[in-house]
């Protein structure tokens, strides 16, 4: 069962055993490996982690890592790709409040995965997306 989706930094940082990450974010992504659930990670977290590392914001092997860490059979992470549905959904995510195309993206997933975003990010946090953190 997919139990929220993680943002591009919650996906990250977790992997990294970073700090910036919540504690109460990375207890509920333990706690839903515990159990033998999922986190969702958008296709859009993939893109902009080349994005990143391209402007030196993050490692520049980050993407391979990520990639491992959905392909791992016991791994956490579920990958949800960007379709028509969320497409459609993301029209319901007011630009105005969530201006950044793939924080939207991210918060149309959860949207239609009928699951909380886990997220650092402000206006995320401020919009009518339920979040973790």
Do not use: C, N
Not at 24 to 32: E, P, V
Not at 38 to 66: F, K, N, Q, W
Not at 79 to 97: L, N, R, S, Y
Request: proline letters at 5%; a negative charge.
């Amino acid at each position: 069962m997919i139990r929220a989706v993680a943002d591009t930094h919650t996906f990250i940082w977790y992997l990294a055993g970073d700090k910036r990450l919540s504690e109460q974010g990375r207890r509920f992504i333990d706690t839903a490996a515990r159990d033998g659930d999922t986190v969702a990670v958008s296709s859009i977290s993939l893109i902009e982690a080349v994005y990143l590392a391209e402007r030196s914001r993050v490692p520049a092997g980050t993407l391979s890592r990520l990639v491992g860490e959905l392909l791992a059979a016991d791994g956490v992470f579920t990958e949800v790709p960007i379709d028509q549905q969320v497409a459609t959904i993301m029209q319901q995510v007011p630009p105005g409040e969530i201006p950044e195309m793939p924080d939207r993206i991210i918060a149309a997933t959860a949207l239609r995965l009928g699951v909380p975003v886990i997220s650092r990010d402000a206006r995320i946090q401020a919009s009518s997306i339920q979040t973790i953190w």
